[in-house]
């Protein structure tokens, strides 16, 4: 369950390029959490970003994500079976799932508003404006605090419009986001460099951290933006990647 919880939070998150290469790098951490019966122990995550004319590439440690615009393609790459699962631009990411999982996404219906502020502050070498995010499904509600930055050696809003909130309506669609929270995520102007997130489902409560600590411009090393020599290609995600 909780598996399934950062995959929507990594979807409601997903902005994704600018031209020329530029590197970014994220450190996450989530609380611990039990919720009905099964443990998840905290986990902390580096996750590095990629990104080159019509083409990215999300790394951490146990998956890949690339999105390839020239192509129309996206592929999920799964490190520990050495796997990977393809699917065609505009993404619904129904396709790549398990049916069982496929079938709960079905049911769930996520709402997100967005609020303004008007606090700033520096974070890092960025000054930023904060942003306060309510979203909320089925039984689960998360409360952000996102920090957003046009302080960056890139057009955000170019950045945006290529990869944004409209390049994956279909994927928002297929669970059961609609139009209205798409406009609520319009309303953070520029980069995320810092979010705070609370978590409570069913009792349980649990905090997610995510900052930037590094946006770079400089070349991409070699084959960065492939699938590695030696991975399978598979139809689905297996059941097993949503249970750990």
Known sequence: MKKLILILVMLVFFFAS?????????????DAMEVMGKKTPAKDEITEQWIGDNIF???SQKQTVIIDLSKKKLYMIIHESKSYV?????LDIKKLLPEQVSQMMGMMKLTIKVTPTS???????????AY??????????M?????????????WEKYQNKFGVETFKSAMASMKIGNDSINELKKIKGFQVKTDMTISIMGANGKVTSDVIEITKKSAPANIYTIPAGYKKTDKLSPAAFSK
């Open 119 to 129: 606090e700033t502050k520096m974070i890092n070498k960025w000054k930023c404006t």
């Open 18 to 30: 600018i031209n020329g290469d530029v590197y970014i790098k994220t450190k996450t951490h989530a």
């Open 57 to 59: 590439a999300s790394i």
């Open 86 to 90: 393809e699917t065609t631009l505009p």
């Open 132 to 141: 306060n995010m309510e979203m909320s499904m089925m039984m689960m509600k």
């Open 143 to 155: 409360n952000s605090k996102i920090w957003a930055t046009k302080d960056v050696p890139f057009d």
